[in-house]
């Protein structure tokens, strides 16, 4: 037995004996674990009361739920203290925490009742955070449990997720105020649902469980991606000119709020949550579906009458901006890329089957960013704001649009290069057929 299969702290310490009543699980995970690079069978390495081979898959899901759920409320209530004391000028104190607490809920997607309304359109750019600490805890489990079997994932992505909610749920109690409060059953499905589907990743990926599956699924989904990735940068370029036409309103607004330096990061960060939200609504506008605001939906060519002094909303035009159309080039661009990366056929049948399939999960996609992109900020005007349904449409579409049209310009141009190819074939066949009839 090797140095670096005992691991550190068993270095220079007898071994014991191989466990003799190890179940048929225990053996096929000693098993597998052996198999894989990098891997250490647990029957060879020291064994204790801590280190007696592969932990039973609920067991270190619940390990790992906890110490994902509560690594990440702890630093984000501690963050919060510290803007709570050198932002606000305030002392730690109870509310602070109560606050922290329903950020880290906040991060999950969980909706909040403020007041007479519900605050549903929220920063879902903060669930990196929480998928960062799911994302390890899942690779932990994976490694911890010797996952090899998808019925394990699921007994062990289940047990993470339900303690995961449990934590949600007493945070969901707890940040409970006087003005706003977390929606304890919407706190327990969103964060058992975000830790369920991140975890299950993690341990499908760590395990390596049908890597051929796996690298059929990316072939399928490449062409899609890169699609959504030239719609994401279509629309960073889009809010990149909406912000330098719209500097001063910003200025003014940040005049008025006056964060100073902590307050200022903590409000980069709290944008930078709402990125999501603000991509999509910078491509709803640009392509002409526009963004329903007070009632009221915002196009290109109708504008609102007048200016809403809330930060974020201040960009929207008062007066019609045409120009901004331009943006249906967007989705035109991501359907020839789209086309372009699906490769040749030989076949009509095996040019449409990877299209229409990489067109349908940028539908999917589309679809779910709108979703997190639309909401309620409160009751009255901002009651219900968001792009219109019938962006989801427009963009999809343009995305297919563009496929018809990388194949149309690849038929020309592949005729346009082959238009002067002259065929010495036809020509060889008849300069026989002409020998053949002179009379000997």
């Known amino acids: 037995m090797s140095r670096a299969s005992q691991g550190p702290a068993n270095r220079g310490r007898t071994t014991r004996s191989r466990p003799v009543n190890r179940s048929a699980g225990g053996r096929e995970a000693d098993r597998i674990k052996a198999t894989r690079a990098g891997w250490a069978s647990p029957t060879d390495a020291v ?97 911890r449990a010797a996952i090899a079997h998808p019925r394990t994932l699921l007994v ?16 969901a109690l707890y940040g409970t105020m006087a003005g706003a409060s977390a929606m304890p059953v919407r706190a327990v499905l969103h964060t058992g649902g975000v830790a369920f589907a991140i975890s299950a990743a993690a341990i499908l990926w760590r395990a390596k469980l049908a890597p051929e599956a796996l690298a059929r699924a990316w072939a399928l989904a490449r062409p899609a991606v890169a699609a959504l990735a030239v719609l994401i940068a279509g629309s960073g370029l889009l809010l990149i000119v909406a912000l330098i036409a719209g500097h001063s309103a910003v200025a003014a607004s940040l005049q008025i709020i006056d964060p100073g330096l902590i307050g200022g990061v903590a409000l980069f960060i709290g944008w930078l949550g709402y990125l999501p939200a603000s991509l999509m609504w910078a491509l709803s506008y640009a392509t002409g579906a526009g963004v329903e605001v007070a009632g009221v939906t915002v196009t290109p060519t109708t504008a609102l009458t007048e200016r809403i002094e809330l930060f974020g909303f201040n960009l929207l035009p008062t007066t019609p901006q045409v120009w901004w159309l331009v943006g249906v080039v967007i989705p035109l661009a991501a359907g020839v890329i789209l086309s372009r990366l699906s490769g040749p056929a030989a076949s009509v049948r095996a040019w449409i089957l990877p299209r229409a399939a990489a067109v349908a999960l940028v539908l999917i996609a589309v679809d779910l960013w709108w979703a997190v992109s639309v909401g309620r900020l409160g009751e009255g005007r901002l009651a219900a704001v968001g792009p219109a349904p019938v962006a989801i449409a427009i963009i999809v579409g343009g995305v297919a649009v563009g496929v018809v049209l990388e194949c149309l310009a690849t038929r020309v141009v592949r005729w346009w290069r082959h238009r002067h190819v002259i065929d010495l074939t036809q020509d060889a066949a008849a300069d026989a057929d002409d020998s053949e009839d002179v009379p000997a």
Do not use: C, K, N, Q
């Open 47 to 143: 064994t204790s009361f801590w280190r007696s081979g592969p932990l039973p898959a609920p067991v270190a899901g619940v390990a790992a739920g906890l110490w994902a759920a509560l690594t990440g409320l702890v630093i984000t209530v501690v963050l919060t203290l510290l803007v709570w004391i050198f932002a606000a000028g305030e002392s730690a104190s109870d509310t602070a925490m109560r606050v922290g607490s329903d950020i880290w809920l906040v991060a999950h997607g969980t909706p909040f009742a403020v007041g007479a309304g519900v605050w549903s359109l929220l920063p879902w750019g903060w669930l990196v955070f929480p998928g960062v600490t799911l994302w390890a805890a899942g690779r932990w489990v994976a490694h």
């Open 156 to 171: 062990a992505s289940a047990s993470l997720a339900g303690t995961y909610a449990v934590i949600g749920l007493l945070a």
